[in-house]
Every structure is written in C-alpha cells, then in structure tokens.
C-alpha cells in the first residue's frame, strides 16, 4: 500500500482533481501527503520577452503558489490526512523533471497529477509535463483526468 503520496498541483481543475483523488487514496492507506507546487520562471521570463524585472513578475506567481498549496493543505486536513507543502521554482529543465526529482528527494511511493487529456496539435504544440513524468519516475504514476473529459 502507498504510505507516501506526492500530488502535483497548479490550481487548474485537473490539478484539483488530481488533489482529491491522492486525498481519497491517502486517506484510505492512512498515507503522508506532499503537496509540490512548481514555478516554472522559464516559461514565466518566455512569456513576458523583454520584461526587465523577473523578480517582480515572479513575486506575484509566487504568492499564488503558495494560496493553492495552503488550499491543497487544508483540504488534506479536512479529510483527516497529514500533509505537508513545497514550493519550488525552476530555473532550468521543465517541470516535469523537477516533480520526478522531488519525488525521489521525498521517497514517494506514488505521484499523483492532473491531466488536460490534450490530443494531437495541442499535445505536440503545449506538450504535456504528465507525460514526461510518466516516462521520467521510478515510482508509480496516476494521472486523473480533467473534469468533463471523455
């Protein structure tokens, strides 16, 4: 049985999908919970070309990190289930590489994410950091599915 869950989460309806899932599961095993939350500063310098102050545009990303991680937690408790959080931000490789290497860190026996569920071109063009999760862990891998996917 799973007694250490690591349960990606970003606030996106997968993300708090995914939250509920690796909460019904650890409570079911009476398993730990680490809540891990990702900035990923690459992306955020990417989208905003030319901005001048990454610190001031990381602040803000920061704090909304750290409202759904608290979110995450409470919810955990509400359940009954010990939990702790980590933010971490990214300089350099993708999210997914930095969710695999929190994993081995913590020693999780199961990563749990939220998945878009993209297809085709979107796939290709946004790529997808559940599957390169898949492929990159040691551990086992549930991903949940974004509410109204089929």
Known sequence: MYKRILVAIDGSPA?????????RLAKGARARLLLLHVIDE???VAAFPGALHTVDMVAPV???GKTILARGREQAQLAGVSSQALLVESL?????E???REARRWRAD???LGTH???GMRR????SDAELVVREASTPVLLVRAPGRA
């Not at 350099?92 to 997914?96: C, I, L, T």
Request: no cysteine; hydrophobic share 50%; net charge positive.
């Open 124 to 127: 290709m063009v946004m790529g």
């Open 62 to 64: 920061r704090e909304a």
């Open 15 to 23: 993300s708090r999908r995914g939250l509920k899932e690796a909460i």
């Open 92 to 96: 350099e490789g993708s999210v997914a």
């Open 110 to 112: 199961l990563l749990v």
């Open 117 to 119: 569920g993209r297809r």
């Open 98 to 100: 930095r969710i695999v």
């Open 42 to 44: 690459v992306a955020l």
